[in-house]
């Protein structure tokens, strides 16, 4: 497959601007790396209270949240981001039991991923979103 070709399989549908709320700093340079490539526009939190004064700060179409985080939760996160404007959340988080999805969709997020995080599920999402 011809570069060209692979660049457009990376950047069907438009240019998101991105949260992503991680505090493992080398899944969020990851993450970062990955969601630019693909050809977004990335913001980086590595927790609760600095998601939300970015959050404050800024517009975002998606927020990419984990769930735990080490002052606060990903729930919250959601929960508050929501309230102030609508916003596209997806969850990436090792709890992937039906409570803990269930409890996702209660705070508001819109998808589910468990971690560690399978690319290629990650991009069709954001291209649902994107669409």
Known sequence: MSD?????SYNSGRRLRILVVEDH????????RLLSHFGHEISLADGAQNALNIINSKEFD????????????G???????????????VAL??????EDI??????????HLSKPVD???????????AA
């Not at 990419?64 to 606060?72: E, F, M, R, S, V």
């Not at 729930?75 to 102030?84: C, G, L, M, N, P």
Request: hydrophobic share 40%; glycine share 8%.
């Open 119 to 129: 690319f290629h599920e990650l991009r069709a999402v954001l291209g649902q979103i």
């Open 75 to 89: 729930y919250d996160v959601i929960a508050e981001a929501k309230r102030r404007r609508p916003i596209k959340a």
């Open 62 to 73: 998606v927020v990419l949240c984990d769930i735990a985080l080490p002052d606060g939760s």
């Open 25 to 32: 700093s080398d899944t969020l340079q990851a993450l970062s």
């Open 93 to 98: 988080t090792g709890f992937s039991a039906t």
């Open 102 to 111: 269930e409890r996702g969709k209660k705070a508001g997020f819109d998808f």
């Open 4 to 8: 060209e070709r692979t660049r457009d």
